[in-house]
């Protein structure tokens, strides 16, 4: 029945790219089942797909596969209420409510916007790996600062409250893993007086009085960073200027609208690289070959980039819901009935990617769809792209050692590392030549 493919345990020991190839080869589109894990109840099941062709058919047809009716997390939403909430993001809709929320906040992702950016960024990237330069690093948290530090810029978030972001992300994303769900990094004493407040209406357990567990995703296991994010709404109206914040607050958004954008980018915003940097670093260091290739043409690192986020895809899977009866690669969908698609199969299809196993930072085309497709294709690929390239660039210049075992994230959405002990030692170049003095 691989019930494996949904277990979050399953993914701590990585990907099961093998059992993907037999499914691509044998049954594209399989009913898996959900079994409890832990506290969290047993789930009705769900089709899940692992054929490129068949992932991307999902994706681009939302008047088939809704996003809305059951939001795009594998668990079902546990109430009505909690369900109600998470339609409100602009991840959870179809067009066009889908697309008026993302017209809201799209010029602040464009290229143009983006490029505005990038000197900024690499100002930021080429200070993270100074800061790391000879000692042993957990090059996760490296990773981990620039895309928060990146969003709260843009989101206007201030300096001394952007640990939040993390925090928040550490919960939502790792809730599977008992590392993460509980995080707490950002100390109260530096955060600015609207954080503290806040940070007050932390839930203080994971689990409801009748001993349920909480979904991360709800309201009431946000509290705090809702709060947050009223305080700051009230600051921004007060002072307004051009970040994500105020376009939000000028766009006519409901509060329910308000508090999931604000959501979607403290969160969806930084996972994504929080997961893809480290592991598109480890990828290089697994492929000495492929990493000495890439310093002696540093031009490659474009399609290096597009070849670590196929490789290592940040998230694996996202879910549909079936709007009526039909047929899915010889499969019989009925209306309501679940529908993941998984990202990390569809990148090593072997009819669309030759040799796909093989990491190859030269590979094109390279038609991954680990940013997603159709309508919701990721609104923050450029800037996503551009941190990944920033970083690299300052890093691959460096010797860059492992000290120890990389610990993987148990996720079955995340693809994600929580541990990547590196040690990074300057490489200095051209050092004048100074012969030996003779006695």
Request: hydrophobic content about 40%.
């Amino acid at each position: 029945m691989h019930e494996e493919i949904f277990l979050p345990a399953t993914y701590a020991s990585g990907i099961p790219y093998d059992t993907f190839r037999t499914l691509r080869a044998e049954s594209p589109v399989t009913w898996v089942p959900e079994p409890a894990v832990g506290p969290w109840p047993a789930g009705p099941g769900y089709w899940a797909v692992f054929r490129h062709a068949d992932v991307k058919h999902v994706l681009r047809s939302p008047g088939l596969f809704s996003s809305h009716l059951g939001a795009t997390q594998i668990r079902d939403p546990d109430t009505p209420e909690d369900l109600a909430s998470a339609r409100a993001m602009m991840l959870n809709q179809d067009p066009p409510g889908h697309s008026r929320l993302r017209r809201i906040v799209a010029a602040a992702f464009t290229p143009r916007a983006v490029r505005a950016l990038e000197d900024t960024i690499t100002r930021r990237a080429r200070a993270l790996v100074a800061s790391a330069l000879g000692r042993e690093t957990d090059f996760v948290e490296v990773a981990a600062d620039l895309p928060v530090w990146t969003l709260a810029h843009i989101m206007g978030v201030p300096e001394s409250d952007r640990r939040l972001l993390y925090d928040w992300a550490s919960r939502v994303i790792g809730y599977q893993d008992d590392e993460y769900a509980g995080l707490s990094t950002a100390e109260a004493a530096s955060l600015s007086p609207m954080a503290r407040d806040a940070l007050e209406l932390r839930p203080t357990s994971s689990t409801h009085p009748d001993g349920r567990p909480v979904n991360p995703r709800s309201a009431p296991a946000l509290a705090d960073m809702f709060a947050y994010a009223h305080a700051l709404a009230t600051a921004k109206r007060a002072s307004p200027s051009g970040d994500i914040m105020s376009r939000m607050l000028e766009g006519g958004l409901t509060t329910g609208e308000f508090e999931q954008m604000f959501f979607l980018f403290a969160v969806a915003g930084n996972e994504t690289l929080r997961n893809g940097i480290p592991g598109g670093l480890l990828t290089l260091l697994d492929h000495p070959t492929e990493l000495a290739r890439l310093r002696a043409a540093p031009s490659l690192l474009p399609s290096a980039v597009e070849e670590m986020l196929r490789y290592w895809p940040p998230v694996m899977d996202f879910r549909r819901t079936a709007t009526t009866d039909l047929v899915l690669a010889g499969r019989p969908v009925r209306a309501g009935q679940k529908v993941v698609v998984y990202h990390a199969s569809a990148n090593r299809d072997e009819t669309v990617f030759p040799d796909p196993d093989r990491f190859d930072i030269t590979r094109t085309p390279n038609d991954h769809v680990s940013f997603g497709f159709g309508p919701h294709f990721c609104l923050g690929a450029h800037l996503a792209r551009t941190q990944m390239r920033a970083l690299f660039r300052e890093l691959l210049p460096h010797h860059l050692e492992r000290t120890g075992a990389p610990v993987r994230l148990a996720s079955n959405f995340q693809n994600g590392l929580k541990h990547l002990p590196l040690r990074i030692e300057p490489v200095v170049r051209n050092a004048p030549h100074n012969p030996p003095t003779r006695g």
